[in-house]
Nanobody, 124 residues
């Protein structure tokens, strides 16, 4: 199993920025598909952004042009830079990993086998 630890959440005003980090251990990080999901009360968990093993990103439509997902293989860390935050971005954000993901479903929850504990982002 891959162990994942998120950090960087917090409270921010609308229009502000936050950067989330997720450190992975227990697997060859360079061979992992990595993704960020979020879930707010009463809503299903949704995929926000993902990286394939080559570092090519995929974004859900609502965050495209505002969020940037990246990774540092040497630090075994994936980042989610969130800009121009909106109230609707308020959610618990989760990091996820998998050794193999169907490229058509990079932001699909069932594709991922390992999850972090989550970090809360609140936009007011």
């Amino acid at each position: 199993h891959v162990q994942l630890v998120e950090s960087g959440g917090g409270s921010v005003q609308a229009g502000g920025s936050l950067t989330l980090s997720c450190v992975a251990s227990g697997y060859d990080f360079s061979k992992l598909y990595m993704a960020w999901f979020r879930q707010s009360p009463g809503r299903e968990r949704e995929g926000v952004a993902a990286l394939d093993t080559s570092g090519v990103p995929t974004y859900t439509h609502s965050v495209r042009d505002r969020f940037i997902v990246s990774k540092d293989n040497a630090k075994k860390t994936v980042y989610l830079q969130m800009n121009n935050l909106k109230a609707e971005d308020t959610a618990m954000y989760y990091c996820a990993a998998a050794a193999a993901v169907d490229p058509w479903y990079l932001c699909s929850q069932p594709e991922y086998t390992d999850w972090g504990q989550g970090t809360q982002v609140t936009v007011s």
